[in-house]
């Protein structure tokens, strides 16, 4: 698989954990989701360690609390539907300061935010620590169909394309003096995106044409190879083990 340039969410930091292979992290990612959503939510202290928990590997890891906070914003639409669960749920009524909202919809409220924040920080670290094309790399050596790990690598190589793509069309629809205000410009916008979309799929079609004219037989070359040692598997399973140990503590 080629090597393609760093991303922008790429924190670039020489740290134990950015040393670690790709395959290790997504692994414990999982696994330390999975141990996150099994919490049962009434379990406070279990997600206010899990959240210290994080915190160590992101301190190990020197990725700054304002670029995690930054980040986070992706989880908003997630917030906003949790705030409306107290209030549009049914079931036994509880005031909370003066509003009148469902025990079971501020519990389901709660379940939502707290697992989907320690997801998407997890998912941060990540990306923040792990190349795009290395963690591609890594979804290979965890046998991930070969089919969906190159989707995934020539979005990473082509979304710039197309976003460059939009702003020179932007460019053009704006030194024609036209900007878009209200529904009224709709239409404007709408052809702008099929054109968007002939463009990318004639690009894709080039792309494919020279791909084959240089040998491609439906597999990427894979001109770098990640492996793992056993310490290195060791200190990526040390999130997820000390993760299901405060889930069996809260268990017993």
């Avoid at 919490?39 to 360690?49: S, V, Y």
């Avoid at 700054?64 to 705030?83: C, G, H, K, S, T």
């Amino acid at each position: 698989m080629a090597a393609g340039q760093s991303h922008h969410l790429y924190l670039h930091a020489d740290t134990p954990v950015h040393r670690l292979p790709p395959q290790c992290k997504l692994l414990s990612l999982i696994a330390f989701v999975l141990i996150v959503v099994a919490t049962d939510p009434e379990r406070f202290w279990a997600f206010a360690l899990y959240l210290v928990l994080l915190g160590v590997v992101a301190v190990a890891a020197r990725v700054p609390l304002r670029l995690l906070l930054r980040r986070m914003v992706v989880e908003v639409p997630f917030v906003i539907f949790a705030a409306a669960l107290p209030f549009l749920s049914e079931g036994e009524r509880m005031t909370v300061l003066g509003l009148s909202m469902s025990a079971d919809g501020l519990l389901d409220a709660w379940n939502i935010v707290a697992k989907a924040t320690l997801g998407v920080i997890a998912s941060i670290l990540l990306a923040a620590t792990t190349e795009p094309r290395t963690l591609l790399l890594g979804a290979q050596r965890l046998r991930l169909p070969h089919l969906l790990v190159q989707i995934a690598a020539f979005m990473l190589r082509y979304v710039e394309v197309i976003l460059d793509e939009m702003r020179r069309m932007r460019i053009a629809r704006e030194s024609r003096a036209f900007v878009a205000r209200d529904i009224r410009h709709l239409p404007v916008v709408a052809r702008s995106a099929g054109a968007l979309f002939i463009r990318s799929y004639e690009r894709g079609e080039r792309v494919h044409l020279a791909m084959l004219s240089r040998g491609y037989t439906g597999t990427m070359p894979v001109i770098q190879d990640v492996r793992g040692s056993a310490a290195q598997w060791a200190l990526a399973a040390t999130l997820p083990a000390a993760a299901i140990t405060i889930l069996i503590g809260g268990l017993l």
